[in-house]
């Protein structure tokens, strides 16, 4: 496993923009977003694969939300723009040491092995 801090959330107003950032103490690793809204099951974000030649999203935040990934700092970055009330949730960071993952596994939460603490990100309206 591989420890993973987050950073980036906070307060933001419907329409709004915020940038989280992951930082990992190793390369090589397939990442992704996740988040868990209060009273609901976690669920896959963006996930980046393949050195970052490979990026999926959740319905939900394509064309909104935005996953990159800068191999010489080895971090991880989810840029979510127009937030809407309904994006508010305990976002993670997820990582699994292996440069590819099956297109229809990487925003399953079961696919990654180690987790960070989560930043929360509030929406309001």
């Known amino acids: 496993q591989v420890q993973l801090v987050e950073s980036g959330g906070g307060s933001v107003q419907a329409g709004g923009s915020l940038r989280l950032s992951c930082a990992a103490k190793?390369?090589?690793?397939?990442m992704a977003w996740f988040r868990q809204a209060s009273g609901k099951e976690r669920e896959g974000v963006a996930a980046?694969?393949?050195?970052?030649?490979?990026?999926y999203y959740a319905d939900s935040v394509k064309g909104r939300f935005t996953i990159s990934q800068d191999n010489a700092k080895n971090a991880v970055y989810l840029q979510m723009n127009s937030l809407k009330p309904e994006d508010t949730a305990m976002y993670y960071c997820?990582?699994?040491?292996?440069?590819?993952?099956?297109?229809?596994?990487?925003?399953?939460?079961?696919?990654?092995?180690?987790w960070g603490q989560g930043t929360q990100v509030t929406v309001s309206s």
């Open positions: 997820a990582a699994v040491p292996a440069v590819w993952v099956l297109a229809r596994d990487t925003l399953r939460a079961r696919t990654y092995d180690s």
């Open positions: 980046i694969t393949q050195g970052g030649s490979s990026t």
């Open positions: 190793y390369s090589r690793y397939s």
